[in-house]
């Protein structure tokens, strides 16, 4: 690879890092091609991009932002073979690797930077796969705006069966 490629894929992933809150960094290395090949569809269908790049260029890359995104403890996971997975959903990568490794130990992940935060070691998976997407927190939200006014709904409605009880027992009496 010539210095110019090399800066060409550093400027690259740097724009990838800009506009990416959320990437993992992961270990696919003994897996075989036609399950590495599988891997890439599922992330493929889900909108994910898996890319394999050399550790001291996503180093650099990484670098050129400083201190500011805290990318300073995903340093020490740029080790042996290294895949970059962007997504677009936090928890997505996690859960796809955690049901296509039913079978298999690997991929592995070494890290992910999710919004500032950073989780090292593959034993962060579970904690991983359960983060809420945007939209399952957005869900949540109305679900919790909407309890209330069903609550009011729901008590004008039998308030309303009980005026009417109330005024034909009234009419009754009167008769």
Known sequence: ?????????????????????????ADSSTLPVEKINKLRGLFFEKGIEMRVVKNTLVKKALETFGEER??????DTLVGPTSIIFTDVANAPARLIKDFRNNDERPLIKSAYIDSAVFVGDDQIDALSKLKSKEELLGEIVTLLQSPVQNLVGALKSGQNKV?????ALEERGE
Do not use: C
């Not at 009417?164 to 034909?168: C, N």
């Open 164 to 168: 009417t009880g109330l005024l034909k």
């Open 1 to 25: 690879m010539t210095r110019a490629e090399k800066t060409a894929v550093i400027e690259e992933l740097k724009s990838k890092f800009e506009s990416s809150q959320f990437f993992y960094v």
């Open 70 to 75: 805290n990318y300073a403890p995903l340093y």
